[in-house]
């Protein structure tokens, strides 16, 4: 039986993800702008964390679904995750809007993650338990709720704007807490392979 040939890395799952890594200095210079006090630019750098978000789930989906799985997608898909939040929590740091210590918190936690997960891969796959895909889900709606400036609505939407941002304190703080549980678990699993010889 003949070997399968290896999937090419020009495929729409890794354009999709070479898109997503593109965006982020335009999505930072949007959030930026004015030290944050546009409305509009903030508007604009809320649908490019959209659109961003959005095709992180249609590249992951697409890539399993029709078997176009690479080495290129395993290690830019989570840097080109990893680089959008990251500019988003630092960027919303910058112009006052988050606290500085959940932007330190979070990017040690995503970035030691990120770095030991592709370390190891070669020898052993730690798939994403359920924690750590809520955590994601906590942090892409809270982060798109501070990127857009619902606080800042007037004419009759600012209780609404309240409501919304509110809502993604709430959701920001429910990610801070998964950030570090769901990090200590996937430490427990890299020494519990460690223990078992799969990990050298």
Avoid: C
């Avoid at 080495?71 to 500019?87: E, L, Q, R, S, V």
């Avoid at 910058?94 to 770095?115: C, H, M």
């Amino acid at each position: 039986m003949s070997e399968q040939a290896p999937v090419s890395n020009w495929n729409v799952p890794n354009a999709l993800t070479t898109l997503r890594i593109l965006m982020v200095p335009f999505f930072g210079y949007a959030l930026l702008h004015d030290g944050g006090e546009s409305q509009g630019w903030r508007w604009v750098a809320y649908v490019l964390f959209a659109v961003a978000m959005v095709t992180d789930k249609i590249d992951g989906d697409l890539a399993r679904k029709h078997g176009l799985i690479t080495n290129f997608g395993k290690i830019a898909d989570p840097i080109a995750d990893k680089a959008i939040t990251g500019m988003a929590f630092i960027g919303l740091s910058v112009i006052g809007a988050l606290w500085w210590w959940v932007t330190i918190v979070v990017l040690i936690r995503e970035w030691s993650v990120t770095f030991a997960r592709l370390s190891v891969a070669k020898q052993v796959v730690i798939p994403a338990k359920q924690s750590g895909k809520v955590k994601t889900m906590a942090q892409a709606l809270a982060l798109g709720g501070f990127v857009a400036p619902f606080k800042d609505l007037t004419g009759g939407w600012d209780a609404f704007g309240d409501v919304v941002w509110w809502a993604s304190a709430i959701l920001m703080g429910v990610a801070v807490v998964l950030t570090i549980t769901s990090g200590l678990e996937f430490a427990r699993d890299v020494l519990r392979h460690q223990r078992a010889g799969a990990i050298r």
